[in-house]
């Protein structure tokens, strides 16, 4: 199981979780000054961005970390977030035409009417994971 790797210095603890100050990485590096993956398309602002980690090495405060997290475990979160809500929309409108073929005089409301229904369980589901996602992030290793 392959894992992806961020570095990033803790500004705050609670606990044994740990809130790390992650730096925002160029495509590539300053040598290869011409490359046309230098400037991305989407512009990131080039911010840091905070976010909490389980802190089971006891790492301190103001030390440089690396920070994990399962790449099978972020390919079920883009599952959830990018295809799920199309299969409820999906499911949703087929529910809605199922309906309409009982009661013919609303034909076209029930399939979207089903599609948006579908959709705001998948967001209601999303959210929920979203909740239980935020300690999907671990320090590994302390750096300095």
Known sequence: METIKRYGSIVSLS???????????????????????????????????????NNKINAGEGQFVEVSVSDKRL?????IIFIFPLIMI???????????????????????????????????VIRIVDKKSKNSYEVTKIIS
Do not use: Q, W
């Open 75 to 79: 390919s079920g979160y883009a599952f």
């Open 90 to 124: 999906f499911l949703g409108a087929l529910c809605g035409y199922f309906i309409s073929n009982i009661l013919p005089a609303y034909n076209v409301l029930f399939p979207i009417m089903g599609g948006i229904l579908g959709f705001l369980c998948s967001l209601y």
């Open 15 to 53: 606990g044994r979780t740990a809130n790390i100050c992650i730096k925002h990485a160029d495509g590539c590096s300053e040598e290869h000054e011409g490359c046309p993956f230098k400037k991305s398309l989407i512009d990131t602002g080039k911010k840091d961005f905070i976010i909490t980690a």
